[in-house]
C-alpha cells in the first residue's frame, strides 16, 4: 500500500490576532503546527500501513521552514517527506496550490494507492485543496471521510454529512479528505525522532516539476484577496445592570418597541 | 453562450427533496441580480426536475437548467462535476453560488479546477461592486479571527460556497413563473469510480435550531447539566429553541446536536439569547448574523457583549427565570 498524505504548515489559529488600527495580521510569535486535521490524515495512513504494510510518505508544499512540519510527520511515523518549495509558488491560492501539489504527486516513484488530506487547512478553512489535487492528478475524491477499509478492488470508505453518514466503494488510487472524528495521532517514538532530525528530505522547485508557469502562485490564482479588516463590532448596543426584574422590564420594553415580542 | 450575464445557483437536491439553503441563495441572489442587472438562474440537476420547478421560481429564479438523468438522483462527484462543468463551458455564467453542505463543498471546489474559476468558501457576505462589476465575497478566515474580503478579478465564473443560514430566505410569491432550459449531458462515457453502498441519516430528533425565530443558548456559566431547564423554560416561553456552547456539549451537559459554532450549526434567527457564554470567536462565528443577539452575562468584559444588541450583566440564574416569568405573563 503506497500512501500520500498532504499537510500543510499553519500558524496556529487561536493565537492570531489582528491589529484593529492597521487591519494587519499579529502574526510574531505565534507558533507553526501541523494543521490539526492533517494529523488525523496521517493517522489514517499509518493504521492502513499497519494493516497492510508498504509506505507513507508526507509532502507538503510551503517556504523552507514547512520543512519542520515534515520532520514532525516523520516523527509519528511517516517514511518519506517531499517538500516543494519555491518563491515562484509563493502567493498560491487553493488553486495554484492543487495543480502545483498534483505535479509532485505524478513525480513521486511507483504507483499511489491512495492520497489523503486534512479536512481543512485552519488557517483559510477552505476545504479546496483536497477536491482540486485528486482533479488534477485524475483520482475519484471522496469528502469527510470518517474510516477507510481495504476492499478487494479500492476502499470502503464512510463519510460525514450533514446529517449522518454516507458508505462509499471507491475504487484505487482514490483521494480521501479525513476528519477529526477519525482518529486520534499516536505520538512520536524516541527512536523515529531522532531518525527523523537527520533525515533527507528532498526539495522540488520550478525546475524539477516543470510547471505551467502561468498556472502557479499568485498568477496561477483566480482569487485574490480585497481586503482584510477586523470583524465587525455592535455599535448601538445597549447595557443594563442593576436589579434583575428592573433591566428584565426594561429589557422587555425595549423588545416590544422593536416588534420581535 | 446565454445573451445575458447570468448568476447561477446549484439546486442541491437529494431524492427529490430542494436543500434549505438552495432557498437562502437565491434570495441572496435576487439582491446581486438587482444590483448587477445579471439574470438569476438555477442549475437542477436530478432525476425528475419538474415537482421542484415551482419552489424555484417562487424564490426568484428567473430561469432554470434543468438536467435530468438517473445518474443524478442521488450526489456522486464525477457525475455532478461533469454536468456542471460542461453547462459553465456553455453557458458562461458570471457568478455561480453553491451551500458549503458535504455536497457543496465537494462539487464546488472540483468544478473550479475543471475550469479556472476562482472559488471563495464559507462566505458570510456577498456584494456587487458595480463600478468593477465584480462579486465581493467576504469570509472569516484564521477561526474567526480576521474577515477577508475576496475578489476574483480576471477569471470567470467568480464562485463562492455559503454556509446555511447564513442568509435569511424570502419567497417573491406562490406562483411565479420563468423559462425552463432543458439542458442536456451525456454521462455515457464517465467511469463508475465509485458508488454510494449506504446513506444514514442519523439525526432524528433534530432539535430545530435552524428553523427557530428564536433561541436561547446555555454555556458554561449555567454551572451544572441541571441548568439547561431554565434556558428551556426561557425557550419554551418564547416557542423557541435550546442552543449551546461546545463548552457544555464537552462537559456532557446537553447532546452536540444542540451546539452552536464553527464546529456547530449556523443559525440565523430572529432573536439570540446568549446566556453565560463568553463568546468565544468559534461560537460568535455560528450565531453573529442573527437579528437580535441579546447576551446575559456577569462578565461586563464578556466578548459576547461585543455582538450582542442588548446585554444584560449579572447572574444568569437570577435573569434568566425572571425573564421567563415576564414573558409569560405578557403573554398570560
Ligand atoms: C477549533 C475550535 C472549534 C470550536 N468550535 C466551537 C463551536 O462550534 N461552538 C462553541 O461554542 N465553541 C467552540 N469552540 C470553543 C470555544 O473556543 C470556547 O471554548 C467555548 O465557546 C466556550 O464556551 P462558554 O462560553 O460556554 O464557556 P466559557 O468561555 O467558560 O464562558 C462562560 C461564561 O459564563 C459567564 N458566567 C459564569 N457564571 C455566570 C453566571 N452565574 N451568570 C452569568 N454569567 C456567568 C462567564 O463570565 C463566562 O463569560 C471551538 C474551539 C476550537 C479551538
Ligand atoms: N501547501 C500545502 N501543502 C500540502 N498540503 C496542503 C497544502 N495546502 C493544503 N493542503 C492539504 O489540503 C487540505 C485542505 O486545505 P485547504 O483547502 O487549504 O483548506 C489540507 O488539510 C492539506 O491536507
Known amino acids: 500500500m503506497n500512501i500520500v498524505v498532504c499537510i500543510k504548515q499553519v500558524p496556529d489559529s487561536d493565537k492570531v490576532t489582528i491589529d484593529r488600527e492597521t487591519n494587519r495580521l499579529n502574526r510574531a510569535g505565534v507558533p507553526s503546527i501541523i494543521n490539526p486535521f492533517d494529523e488525523n490524515a496521517l493517522e489514517m495512513a499509518l493504521q492502513l500501513k499497519d494493516q497492510h504494510g508498504g509506505k507513507v510518505t508526507v509532502l507538503s508544499m510551503g517556504p523552507p521552514q514547512a520543512e519542520e512540519a515534515l520532520r514532525t510527520a516523520l516523527s509519528h511515523g511517516a517514511d518519506e517527506a517531499v517538500l516543494i518549495s519555491d518563491r515562484r509558488f509563493g502567493g498560491a491560492d487553493t488553486w495554484a496550490t492543487s495543480y502545483t501539489l498534483s505535479l509532485a504527486l505524478k513525480k513521486l516513484a511507483g504507483p499511489i494507492d491512495l492520497i489523503l488530506f486534512g479536512k481543512q487547512a485552519i488557517d483559510g478553512d477552505t476545504a479546496q485543496v483536497g477536491p482540486g489535487v485528486a482533479h488534477f492528478y485524475g483520482v475519484p475524491m471522496i469528502t469527510y471521510a470518517k474510516s477507510c477499509e481495504v476492499t478487494a478492488g479500492g476502499f470502503r470508505v464512510q463519510q460525514v454529512t450533514d446529517h449522518g453518514y454516507n458508505v462509499w466503494d471507491v475504487e484505487k488510487p482514490a483521494a480521501l479528505t479525513v476528519v477529526k472524528e477519525a482518529n486520534e495521532l499516536r505520538m512520536p517514538s524516541l527512536k523515529k525522532k531522532l531518525a527523523s532530525k537527520k533525515a533527507e528530505i528532498p526539495v522540488w522547485g520550478v525546475d524539477i516539476l516543470q510547471p505551467d508557469e502561468d498556472k502557479i502562485g499568485l498568477n496561477g490564482s483566480p482569487t485574490k484577496v480585497n481586503r482584510i479588516f477586523a470583524p465587525p463590532t455592535k455599535v448601538n448596543k445597549e447595557l443594563l445592570s442593576g436589579e434583575p426584574a428592573d433591566i428584565v422590564k426594561e429589557l422587555i420594553f425595549k423588545l416590544r418597541e422593536r416588534k420581535v415580542l | ?332
Open chain 2, 1 to 332: 453562450m446565454s445573451a445575458e450575464k447570468e448568476i447561477w445557483v446549484f439546486a442541491e437536491q437529494e431524492n427529490g427533496q430542494l436543500a434549505g439553503v438552495v432557498y437562502e441563495l437565491l434570495t441572496r441572489g435576487r439582491m446581486l441580480a438587482e444590483k448587477s442587472g445579471f439574470t438569476l438562474c438555477a442549475v437542477l440537476t436530478s432525476a425528475d426536475g419538474k415537482p421542484m420547478h415551482q419552489e424555484l421560481f417562487n424564490y426568484g429564479a428567473k430561469k432554470i437548467y434543468n438536467v435530468e438523468d438517473d445518474r443524478l438522483e442521488t450526489y456522486q462527484n464525477d457525475y455532478f462535476a461533469k454536468v456542471v462543468h460542461e453547462l459553465i463551458e456553455k453557458e458562461k455564467p458570471e457568478i455561480v453560488l453553491y451551500g458549503a453542505t458535504t455536497i457543496g463543498r465537494s462539487l464546488a471546489p472540483t468544478v473550479a479546477v475543471m475550469g479556472w474559476a476562482g472559488l471563495t468558501a464559507d462566505c458570510t457576505e456577498l456584494d456587487f461592486d458595480t463600478e468593477r462589476q465584480i462579486l465581493l465575497q467576504t469570509r472569516p478566515a484564521f477561526g474567526g479571527n480576521i474577515m477577508a474580503t475576496i475578489i476574483c478579478p480576471d477569471h470567470r465564473p467568480q464562485m463562492a460556497t455559503v454556509r446555511p443560514n447564513v442568509f435569511k430566505k424570502e419567497r417573491v410569491g406562490e406562483n411565479e413563473t420563468g423559462e425552463i432550459v432543458d439542458a442536456r449531458v451525456d454521462l455515457s462515457g464517465v467511469k463508475e469510480r465509485m458508488k454510494r453502498v449506504e446513506s444514514v441519516i442519523e439525526e432524528v430528533n433534530t432539535v430545530d435550531l435552524k428553523a427557530a425565530d428564536y433561541i436561547v443558548s446555555g454555556g458554561r456559566g449555567l454551572g451544572k447539566s441541571e441548568n439547561f431547564k431554565i434556558i428551556e423554560a426561557l425557550a419554551n416561553a418564547l416557542g423557541g429553541a435550546v442552543g449551546a456552547s461546545r463548552a457544555t456539549v464537552d462537559a456532557g451537559w446537553i447532546s452536540h446536536h444542540h451546539q452552536v459554532g464553527q464546529t456547530g450549526k449556523t443559525v440565523c434567527p430572529l432573536v439570540y439569547i446568549a446566556c453565560g457564554i463568553s463568546g468565544a470567536i468559534q461560537h460568535l462565528a455560528g450565531m453573529q448574523s442573527a437579528d437580535l443577539i441579546i447576551a446575559i452575562n456577569k462578565d461586563p468584559d464578556a466578548p459576547i457583549f461585543d455582538v450582542a444588541d442588548f446585554g444584560l450583566i449579572g447572574d444568569l440564574h437570577r435573569i434568566v427565570p425572571e425573564l421567563t416569568k415576564q414573558i409569560n405573563e405578557l403573554k398570560g
